[in-house]
RNA sequence: GUCCCUAUCGUCUAGAGGCCUAGGACACCGGGUUUUCAUCCCGGCAACCGGGGUUCGAAUCCCCGUGGGGAUGCCA
């Protein structure tokens, strides 16, 4: 039998990761098995509708590399797949189970308490027991027009138990389960029961979905079987925690920082490496590689690998991760990229782009960090003089401001203004006075740059800002220093 | 409150009774290469939540605690 995972994400307007995450591992299973992968857009919450959700949904999809099979642009017979348009269907079913004494008509306002017995346990959910109406009671409510939900009867005794892909065995006992809402009074059917009939309907094999649902998953079953219907695979993923700054986790949300695709993708994260790093939050590959592309994923990928308890999204790991795709990344798509996150300074620098950018390339952990790593080329920032110590070179501004005054000349008798030249003569010099080359190079970093940090050594940061610029920046050293 | 789930370095994880002196990765620290930093290479720090069992033997199985999370919506 094809396998058949579904994503089936409410159009919300961003992306969260852990959604996404969700999105990979049913796509993943999909694949790795040869299978289809469904889109789903769970709308039914009208009061949420947020314009141009969808676009987002398929550009995050999209840019993921998670192509789907079947989807409201993509109908294979099992559509629509829009579960407000196929607000007709619902009803019927839930009708068929009011019918068969595994609904009822509940007349109850939303404010209304639920009552509770003296002596039991259970909530029912519904606050004036409706389910005990008479079929008589039931059609003059209904004929008088009176708003209705239509709930699920929960046969309250024995327990429920299914087998989840990663869970295992569950048991639930059912007096804990309330009767949940089908139907809405808009007439909507709540998700609880939309998804039961949709994962059916479209032939869903495999429901993969946030561990948040384990809870409810009986009450599900329980609806499979009053229709009688087969129960899918269970592939329920633990969740994805943040730290706050208390140094709390709970379930990962903006207060522990961004976390829809589209923001960090925004901060300077590559789609790939967002992808690589939250397919590891909750799965291994019990070997010791960690990058992987999402072909590879979908080539390794195993239920087995899942995780059960929850996982931190560790922002330090995501960076890394993010400088090893860097690394990878092609020349000259980085170059563009990397103009785009540092406008202004690429307004100065364009003429040199291209060594700029080959110096960030190897050193960057994300694009948001270019302007501060290269502003210093466009203008030098202020310093102390106490920089210009060093140690372990045993470089001082004493030291410095002889290195610049025997080297300013022969800079200026320098021809060919390049990184290459530039260097050598620096080279040269500190093998002529038998000084150590790093206490040479230390001096004139910091007189060019102010800063102990740069992007590319002395005969770099020359080449790049140019002759004239160079020797004033030289000479306001040799005045800092006096 | 009740129910469900979960528990290995700070973090992500490997481990399915002896291979564990518990492995890898990030972070952190140190050393080397390099024209500083970074990259790269090498090394170090660092964990089986507690208590009972079962067993010749437990990180691995069972029970009880405790911690953490989730559910308990006419949200999904």
Not at 331 to 336: L, R, S, Y
Request: net charge negative.
């Amino acid at each position: 039998m094809t396998v058949r995972t579904r994503f089936a994400p409410s159009p919300t307007g961003f992306m969260h990761v852990g959604n996404l995450r969700t999105a990979l591992y049913a796509w993943l299973l999909a694949r790795s098995n040869n299978g289809k992968f469904i889109l789903r857009i769970e709308d039914t919450d009208q009061a949420r509708f947020v314009e141009n959700a969808v676009e987002v949904i398929y550009n995050t999809l999209n840019s993921a590399g998670l192509d789907h099979d079947e989807g409201p642009d993509k109908d294979a017979g099992f559509g629509p797949y829009v579960q407000s348009e196929r607000k007709h269907l619902y009803r019927p079913f839930a009708e068929e189970l009011v019918k068969s004494g595994h609904a009822y008509y509940c007349f109850c306002e939303k404010s209304e308490e639920p009552t509770t017995e003296a002596g039991t346990v259970f909530i029912d959910g519904c606050p004036s027991r409706c389910a005990d109406l008479s079929p008589a009671e039931v059609k003059a409510k209904l004929d008088a027009g009176i708003p209705y939900v239509i709930r699920q009867k929960i046969d309250r005794t024995g327990s429920v138990s299914f087998r989840d892909l990663v869970f295992g065995e569950i048991t639930i006992e059912t007096k804990v389960l309330d009767d949940q809402i089908l139907i809405k009074q808009d007439g909507m059917p709540t998700y609880n029961f939309a998804n039961v009939i949709d994962d059916h309907l479209m032939q869903i094999t495999h429901v993969v979905r946030g561990s948040e649902y384990l809870s409810s998953t009986p009450k599900y079953n329980l609806l499979y079987q009053a229709f009688g219907w087969e129960i899918p695979q269970y592939v329920h993923l633990p969740l994805i925690m943040g730290r706050d700054a208390e140094g709390n986790v709970s379930k990962l949300s903006k207060r522990h920082g961004s976390v829809s695709f589209e923001t960090l993708v925004e901060e300077g994260f590559l789609p790939e490496a967002i992808i690589n790093y939250i397919a590891l939050l909750g799965w291994s590959s019990k070997t010791d590689r960690e990058i992987f592309s999402l072909a590879e994923l979908a080539e390794l990928f195993n239920v087995e690998g899942l995780n059960k308890a929850a996982a931190v999204f560790d922002y330090d790991k995501l960076r890394w991760m993010n400088s090893e795709y860097i690394k990878q990344m092609d020349f000259e798509a980085f170059k563009n990229k990397a103009a785009k996150f540092a406008p202004e300074q690429f307004a100065v620098l364009q003429n040199v782009w291209d060594k700029v950018a080959s110096l960030l390339q190897s050193r960057l952990e994300n694009f948001t960090d270019i302007p501060g790593m290269i502003q210093f080329l466009v203008e030098q920032p202020p310093y102390e003089v106490e920089l210009f110590n060093h140690k372990k070179n045993k470089a001082t501004p004493e030291s410095a401001k002889e290195i610049i005054n025997d080297v300013m000349p022969e800079f200026k008798a320098c021809e060919n203004w390049n990184a290459e030249s530039l260097t050598a003569i620096l080279m040269n010099y500190a093998q002529t006075k038998e000084m150590k080359v790093g206490k040479v190079m230390w001096g004139i970093r910091i007189a060019l740059s102010g800063q102990s940090v740069t992007p590319g050594g002395p005969g770099e940061i020359m080449e790049i800002i140019g002759r004239e610029n160079s020797f004033a920046r030289l000479k306001a050293a040799l005045e800092k220093i006096g």
